[in-house]
């Protein structure tokens, strides 16, 4: 025998960048679209016990990624491996070679 009874949830209807305050969902006519920047830090760290979660909009997610980007490139300006992998730096889905 089914039983059912009517409950009330919450539901994620928007999520708003931490970064500029914009909504991700384009006012309601898709569902939410963003970027999470995720960090979760442990014993031995300074920030032991310290967790972030930083939610980003599309413009918002890639100006960070360009500026991580542009962070490696000075850190590996001078070494073997330079700048490789820059374009897909991140890229764990969609169009990646396949080696």
Same mark, same amino acid.
């Given at each position: 025998?089914?039983?059912?009874?009517?409950?009330?949830?919450?539901?994620?209807?928007?999520?708003?960048?931490?970064?500029?305050? /914009?909504?991700?969902?384009?006012?309601?006519?898709? *569902?939410?679209?963003?970027?999470? $920047?995720?960090? @979760?830090? +442990?014993?031995?760290?300074?920030?032991?016990?310290?967790?972030?979660?930083?939610?980003?909009?599309?413009?918002?997610?890639?100006?960070?990624?360009?500026?991580?980007? /542009?962070?490696?490139?000075?850190?590996?300006?001078? *070494?073997?491996?330079?700048?490789? $992998?820059?374009? @897909?730096? +991140?890229?764990?889905?969609?169009?990646?070679?396949?080696?």
């Amino acid at each position: 025998m089914k039983v059912t009874s009517k409950q009330l949830v919450d539901v994620v209807t928007d999520v708003l960048c931490d970064v500029c305050g /914009e909504s991700t969902s384009q006012d309601g006519q898709y *569902s939410p679209q963003f970027g999470l $920047l995720h960090a @979760e830090w +442990g014993y031995g760290s300074p920030h032991d016990g310290e967790s972030y979660q930083v939610h980003l909009c599309e413009g918002c997610f890639f100006t960070t990624l360009a500026s991580l980007k /542009e962070q490696r490139r000075g850190n590996t300006t001078f *070494s073997e491996k330079g700048a490789e $992998l820059e374009e @897909e730096f +991140g890229l764990i889905e969609g169009h990646q070679e396949i080696l």
